[in-house]
Nanobody
Framework: QVQLVESGGGLVQPGGSLRLSCAAS????????IGWFRQAPGKEREGVSC????????YDADSVKGRFTISRDNAQNTVYLQMNGLKPEDTAVYYC???????????????????WGQGTQVTVSS
């Protein structure tokens, strides 16, 4: 069964950190471009970060630049989103998505993906 599974979400105080994981099963991520997205209640889905299949190119939205870092470990078939300096406005359900392409990241994250995870809740609150 092909699926993406996110984990690592939870409740954290402002200024805290979390590391989200996106693990693939049923397929290998080696040739997949990965995006992290989030959606807060009443808001549109927002592209947060994305990474090329090689890991050589990435993109971070302005809202998270300097605080979030996307990385991948193809040997572990997993992509990570390290989130530091969390703010209440980062509260959302975070999703990872995969699309089969070896193209680099350019000018923003892709919008069309082959697979989506079920999401993990991140809540930033004191």
């Amino acid at each position: 069964q092909v699926q993406l599974v996110e984990s690592g979400g939870g409740l954290v105080q402002p200024g805290g950190s979390l590391r989200l994981s996106c693990a693939a099963s049923g397929f290998t991520l080696d040739y997949y471009y990965i995006g992290w997205f989030r959606q807060a209640p009443g808001k549109e889905r927002e592209g947060v970060s994305c990474i090329s299949s090689s890991g050589r190119s990435t993109y971070d939205a302005d809202s998270v630049k300097g605080r979030f870092t996307i990385s991948r470990d193809n040997a572990q078939n997993t992509v990570y989103l390290q989130m530091n300096g969390l703010k209440p406005e980062d509260t959302a359900v975070y999703y990872c998505a995969a699309v089969r392409t070896t193209r680099p990241v350019r000018g923003g994250c892709r919008t069309a993906y082959d697979y989506w995870g079920q999401g993990t809740q991140v809540t930033v609150s004191s």
